[in-house]
């Protein structure tokens, strides 16, 4: 079951740099928040102190009814790397069972989650036998397989070409729509978090902090003709305008 994120003044300072300034968020069960800046600008940092990997110079996250390094401690929590964390000597289904054994718990069959992410046929093969795009599906469908309630994504398409990112993203939304979670995702990418997200956070260059939460109120999961629509393109267009804003103000 999806959880609700609270992210209560939280801030995060590395010597004597501050990577993120004061942040405040709620963030409802089951939406999809796509967090959007410059390098450098907090999202990274933001994405890994929710994950517990990290711990706020200020504030507090909890997920539900617990902190950030409770929801770690009981599994509540699935991470998706930018380039896919898989074992190259294990076959894709083994590295869908290896998750679920960390976490002690099955969450979903992973034979039947594999066939559901459209790796019927490729259960057996390992890493080097398959595409970055299966790769990336046994990567999320790893992630996901013990049913953790947030799903935590860096820039998780971003070795993957336009048109594969793409199919991959449209995939997930859809996947989505099957096993919700709450989501954080990382992108460099607009118009991806605009087909994707149920609401934009738009960072300034560091010292990073949020300027904006831009809304994208269409339902998901969304048609890729959504891409043509003027809401998808005025919205795409407003957040490059505050990033190219905010970027030359910096200079």
């Known amino acids: 079951m999806a959880a609700p994120i609270s992210i209560r003044g939280v801030s995060r300072q590395f010597g004597e740099t501050w990577a993120l300034q004061s942040t405040d968020l709620e963030i409802a069960a089951g939406e999809f928040i796509a967090l959007v800046g410059p390098s450098g600008c907090g999202k990274t940092t933001l994405l890994r102190m929710v994950a517990d990997l990290v711990a706020p110079s200020t504030g507090e996250v909890r997920i539900g009814n617990d902190t950030a390094a409770e929801a770690r401690r009981k599994r509540l929590l699935g991470l998706v790397s930018q380039r896919p964390a898989v074992l190259p000597w294990k076959r894709a289904i083994d590295d869908v069972r290896f998750t679920q054994k960390i976490a002690g718990r099955v969450g979903f069959d992973p034979a039947?989650?594999?066939?559901?992410?459209?790796?019927?046929?490729?259960?057996?093969?390992?890493?080097?036998?398959?595409?970055?795009?299966?790769?990336?599906?046994?990567?999320?469908?790893?992630?996901?397989?013990?049913?953790?309630?947030?799903?935590?994504?860096?820039?998780?398409?971003?070795?993957?070409?336009?048109?594969?990112?793409?199919?991959?993203?449209?995939?997930?939304?859809?996947?989505?729509?099957?096993?919700?979670?709450?989501?954080?995702?990382?992108?460099?990418?607009?118009?991806?978090?605009?087909?994707?997200?149920?609401?934009?956070?738009?960072?300034?260059?560091?010292?990073?902090?949020?300027v904006e939460v831009v809304s994208v109120d269409v339902p998901r999961p969304r048609d890729p003709s959504f891409r043509q629509d003027p809401r998808f393109v005025a919205i795409a267009a407003h957040v490059r305008g505050l990033l190219m804003h905010k970027t030359s103000d910096a200079a």
């Open 112 to 210: 039947k989650v594999l066939r559901e992410f459209g790796l019927e046929g490729h259960e057996h093969k390992r890493a080097r036998q398959l595409s970055g795009g299966m790769l990336q599906r046994v990567n999320i469908a790893s992630a996901m397989a013990h049913d953790p309630s947030v799903l935590l994504m860096d820039e998780p398409f971003a070795a993957l070409d336009e048109m594969k990112r793409e199919e991959i993203g449209e995939w997930f939304d859809r996947e989505l729509a099957l096993r919700p979670k709450t989501v954080l995702f990382v992108t460099h990418h607009i118009d991806e978090a605009v087909m994707l997200a149920d609401r934009l956070l738009v960072f300034s260059p560091s010292p990073g902090r949020v």
